[in-house]
């Protein structure tokens, strides 16, 4: 089960420099988002051996049809709690290189409820991933231990990513640490672990947060990606692409890393497939690939 924000992806690539007060050429796609739903569905695609839920909510609006039927398309089933408001939406303008700045409005996300998530939790329950995003808006942010801890209790492993730098600096580390202490896994890029750890190089972050979750993945872009399992360490070198959006890499990445480890491969299997699913996201407009 995938925990996260139900979102529209605006996605723009301007095609000439910007015209402030006329048109701008442009590249535009609109596209079901949300990088908890975007984590669900890599993760779908990457394997048949689960079943995989998607727990979130969406407004009253065409938005929220999109959404629905776009998860429920990619053969992942879809719980959205439908929410009095506007499903959440995200415009990203990107760039040469392929990176984005992304202006976002949560909409009904902050609305999500304990009890529709915990609601769904039974037996046949291997793994909970939380999004960063849940963790980082105050509105949902003490949902988080709760549903960490109900769902050790029902024996699966846990799981969280970080999603957001800027966030998770207004937030503050300790803050996120202590919202996330029950997961088993995180994910996080470069940029949020150095954050989160308060070290300087890469390798010292990995060894700093591996004293508090059992297993750690660090992408790092064109260089790749480092993981630990308590005291071993694994590396993956970054695939080759011609990168033209970033959207959704990580989100691919770390659906694409728990599939392959909740089908029992080991830690260096999972993370050069993680990356490979990060080199098809990027070589495409939008989290699609």
Known sequence: MVVGDAMLDVVVRPLAPLAPTSDTPASVRVLRG??????AVALRAASDAVEVVFAGIAGDDAAAMIVRRDLEGSGVVAHLASGEGSTGVLVSLVGEGGERAMMTERGVNGQLTFDHVAGLFDDSL?????????VLDEATRELVPRLLESALAHGATTSVDVCSVGPLRDLGPVVFARATSAATILFANEEEALVLAGDVDVHDALATLSRQWDEVII??????AVASVGADVVTAPARGADVVDTTGAGDAATGTYL????AGADQATALRSAMGAAAHVVRGLGSRG
Do not use: D, E, F, M
Request: aromatic share 4%; glycine share 20%.
């Open 126 to 134: 291997v793994h909970l991933h939380v999004s960063g995003y849940t």
């Open 259 to 262: 599939a392959h480890r909740l």
């Open 34 to 39: 949300g990088s908890g739903a975007n984590l």
């Open 219 to 224: 992408t790092r872009g064109p260089q790749g």
